[in-house]
């Protein structure tokens, strides 16, 4: 009934599922957002009419708008990496859920087989014994 060696935990699987989703909306996808208003606009050099300032505020500008996409995109990747685990759980699931009514099936037909080889067995004796 399948190779007892492969041993998949899918309910440790479905865990690390959960824990990534909780972590990816309630924590980081909330903090990010957070970070993003707090990160937004730049306040320093206002007064400053200077070039190496205007040219440090805009590459401030985009580092931080480039490090609020690589948040969003981390969130994201954090979504589909607890959709995929979910996914593979209940494959995994399935699977073994078909192969244990296979070898049910396999089972039975075994049992049915033994019992009618028994039975005929059993009338052979009988029928040995009689004859004598």
């Given amino acids: ?16 599922a959960e824990d990534v989703r909780f972590d990816s ?13 707090t990160l937004s606009g730049v306040n320093f050099g206002q007064k400053n009419a200077s070039g190496a300032v205007h040219a440090a505020k805009t590459r401030y ?3 931080m708008s480039s ?9 994201e990747a954090a979504g589909i990496m607890a959709a995929a ?11 073994d859920a078909n192969n244990a009514e296979a070898a049910a099936r396999v089972n039975a037909m075994l049992r049915t087989a033994t019992d009618e080889a028994h039975r005929k067995a059993f009338e052979q004796v ?5 004859a004598a």
């Fill in 1 to 16: 009934m399948g190779d007892p060696s492969i041993n998949v935990e899918t309910g440790e699987l479905n865990n690390f």
């Fill in 25 to 37: 909306d309630e924590v980081f996808r909330p903090a990010v957002s957070r970070a993003a208003v």
């Fill in 61 to 63: 500008s985009q580092a």
């Fill in 67 to 75: 490090h609020i996409r690589n948040l969003n995109a981390y969130v």
């Fill in 85 to 95: 685990a979910e996914i593979v759980a209940r494959e995994f699931d399935a699977v």
């Fill in 126 to 130: 009988k029928g040995i014994e009689g």
